[in-house]
């Protein structure tokens, strides 16, 4: 058999044996040996199967292939263990060969695949590990996927370039637009506000090193809806895909945002409640309240002007341009009936942009009927009223004032106490917003509150009138101090002053010349006599005591001391004096004026519970009584005691020594002038 290496070609890697049918060893290479485990049991003539079991169960087959019905046999992957090769892998293949003398043979190819096996298992073992990690990869995105998917806010992923990469579902229902919609686009396409914040946000996460920023952005939605939406955004590193470098990273930012559109109206609902609350308990003014409404409403809620409108006072007899029911503000004249309700703005509030000030002049200019313009609707119906749009409302056209600069949105409230009716705010916008009937319950209370203050404030200013008048008639009767103690103390007033003048004064022959007047005529010539008077009383800041008929007291020197006292009566009686010759030129009467003044001590006090007066006591008082009774017409006599005041600075002429009724003789003087 040593022909048969010769005859094949053999690569150097493989080992044969050759066998006979009956599978008996007739040649072999000798590179077989260390594929035995045994190499003593091996060798011509023996049985292949004592070496290579492996085989054992497979004659059938060896029989076909040596018969021609299969070309040959393999068997694969045949593990081995012997002395030298402890870990080794073989291949087995069975094929037929003819000898020289036509006897067919079977030929065992043996080859050493260890280092092939060994390779596929490090291959199949790196497989199986790459698709255990595709697989959790795979599940990993998935998981990633449905949780973005489901995630309650919105999530919008960008490039630096705030370019839209990534939205989920939410993003979706947010904004109004789909995912294709959003997605490569620019985010500054659905920004209103805060395009500034966004342009610095890549810096301020990349640059500054912050991990995370906080925004609050107004957003448009693909109806036109402006909402406030708070993101907090976060600088990511992501795998660039397709640029051939695996570990490519690209920087993104990932915004979370949510709708805090009504969170931010509730706290502006709350911070115009409050501050209407603060007005009202603040101001002392019916006006400055309502414009300080109008401005705490218009400010908070972010409305461009505010408007009061109150019922028109009666009277009104001027021609008023009116409010036309096909345009919101006509240069259509018309007369007023006075029985039919009209409301006029009284008061209004604006953002100060000038494109408004058209507005403001027409509505200044206008009236409303009841039932017409919005003001005029909520005043018929007694409930809020919103126009979301005010091109489309009846009163409001796309020719009205209020279109042409720009107001889209209005809405108004009643004030109202109980079932009364006061007046209308009302409120213009530029942003065309949907009814909120929140915001319009709020406003409908606001109106209730309103106009409760409104009735206290008249109530209030009723009273303090009231108050007034009680105070007024009070001080005419009695000096403010003493109307001052009187109020806090109801017990008896007594006062004793050491120094006062007195004066008493009395219209000579009045009740001769009252005779021929009416008894009208006669209380309106001493009204207007004893007015005068009274004015001088004021001016020289003297006491009115009292009147008698036709006689006048005046006092100085109480209820609050004062040295001049003498002088200062001296100045009412000379003025006096020269008021009765006024009044006698202007009236054509021949008035004639008796008056008498004593300086001394007098107790002063009010007496009675019922019409009390305040009044003097002491023989001052009746000693003054005395100079004007037994005084000369058309003069002023004084006392000595008045004369020792008076004589450094008035002319006095001595009268001499004359008898006085309850005194005796006494010295008296006449005051001439200055």
């Known amino acids: ?137 795979t599940a990993s995105r998935n998981y990633i996927n449905r949780i973005v998917s489901s995630i309650a806010d919105a999530l919008i992923v960008t490039d630096t370039q705030h370019t839209i990469t990534t939205v989920n579902h939410a993003t979706e229902k947010l904004l109004g637009y789909c995912q294709d919609e959003l997605v490569h686009e620019s985010f500054f396409e659905f ?14 996460l990349q640059q500054q090193g912050e991990l995370s920023r906080n925004l609050e952005l107004i957003c448009q939605t693909k109806a036109g809806t402006k909402i406030i939406v708070a993101f907090s955004c976060s600088g990511i590193q992501t795998e660039t895909h397709g640029d051939g470098n695996p570990h490519s990273l690209t920087p993104e930012i990932v915004y979370i945002g949510r709708d805090i559109t009504e969170r931010r109206r509730t706290q502006q609902r709350l911070a115009t409640q409050y501050a209407i609350a603060n007005i009202l308990s603040e101001s002392t003014g019916l006006e400055t309240a309502t414009h300080n409404i109008l401005a705490a409403i218009g400010e908070n809620l972010e409305w461009d002007i505010g408007e009061l409108w109150l019922p028109l006072q009666a009277g009104i007899s001027k021609p008023i341009p009116l409010l036309s029911p096909n345009a919101l503000y006509s ?35 206008v009236l409303l009927q009841a039932g017409v313009g919005l003001a005029g609707r909520v005043w018929v119906r007694g409930i809020p009223q919103w126009i979301s749009d005010l091109s489309r409302d009846v009163d409001f056209g796309e020719e009205s004032g209020a279109s042409k600069v720009g107001l889209q949105s209005a809405f108004a409230f009643p004030i109202q106490s109980g079932n009364e009716m006061l007046g209308v705010m009302s409120f213009f916008g530029r942003e065309q917003l949907p009814p909120d009937q929140n915001l319009l319950q709020m406003m409908a209370a606001t109106g209730n509150q309103l106009g409760q203050f409104i009735k206290r404030k008249e109530a209030e200013k009723a009273l303090w009138e009231q108050q007034e008048k009680t105070e007024s008639l009070l001080l005419n009767i009695l000096p403010q101090p003493i109307a001052e103690r009187l109020k806090e103390d109801t017990q008896t007033i007594a006062d004793n002053f050491d120094e006062v003048t007195v004066l008493f004064a009395d219209l000579v022959g009045f009740t001769e010349i009252a005779s021929d007047l009416p008894p009208i005529a006669i209380v309106e010539q001493l009204n207007v006599i004893f007015s005068q008077f009274d004015q001088l009383t004021e001016r020289h800041n003297l006491e009115k005591i009292k009147t008698i008929g036709d006689a006048y007291m005046v006092v100085g020197g109480l209820p609050t001391p004062r040295t001049d006292h003498a002088s200062a009566i001296a100045e009412m009686a000379l003025d006096m004096r020269d008021t009765i010759k006024q009044i006698n030129q202007e009236t054509g009467q021949q008035f004639q004026i008796r008056m008498g003044i004593n300086t001394g001590s007098v107790v002063a006090g009010v007496i009675g519970t019922k019409k009390f007066i305040y009044d003097l006591w002491g023989d001052t008082v009746n000693t003054a009584s005395r100079m004007e009774s037994h005084g000369i017409s058309g003069c002023i006599q004084v006392t000595a005691a008045t004369y020792e005041h008076l004589k450094s600075q008035y002319r006095l002429e001595k009268r001499g020594v004359i008898s006085i009724k309850g005194k005796g003789e006494m010295t008296t003087y006449l005051l001439v002038g200055r």
């Open 1 to 137: 058999m040593s022909s048969f290496n010769e005859q094949i070609f053999i690569p150097p890697h493989v080992q044969y044996i050759v066998l006979d049918a009956d599978l008996i060893v007739r040649d072999f290479s000798l590179g077989v040996l260390q594929f035995i485990e045994a190499e003593d049991s091996f060798a011509v003539n023996q049985d292949i199967r004592e070496s290579f079991p492996e085989i054992i169960g497979c004659e059938a087959i060896f029989e076909g292939v040596l018969a021609g019905h299969q070309p040959g046999f393999d068997l694969k992957g045949i593990s081995r263990t012997t002395p030298t090769h402890p870990d080794q892998y073989i291949d087995l293949y069975f094929q037929k060969y003819s000898g020289p003398q036509g006897e067919n043979y079977l030929v065992l190819f043996v080859e050493d695949v260890t280092e092939k096996m060994q390779l596929e298992q490090t291959l199949v073992q790196s497989t199986n590990e790459t698709n255990l990690l595709l697989t959790a990869l």
């Open 331 to 365: 240069e259509e004249v018309a007369s007023l009936p006075t029985s039919s309700p009209y409301l006029q703005r009284v008061d209004f509030w604006s953002n100060n942009a000038p494109i408004f000030q058209r507005f403001v002049d027409q509505t200044n200019r």
């Open 191 to 204: 920004i209103l506000e805060g395009e500034q914040q966004l342009l610095e946000l890549p810096q301020i």
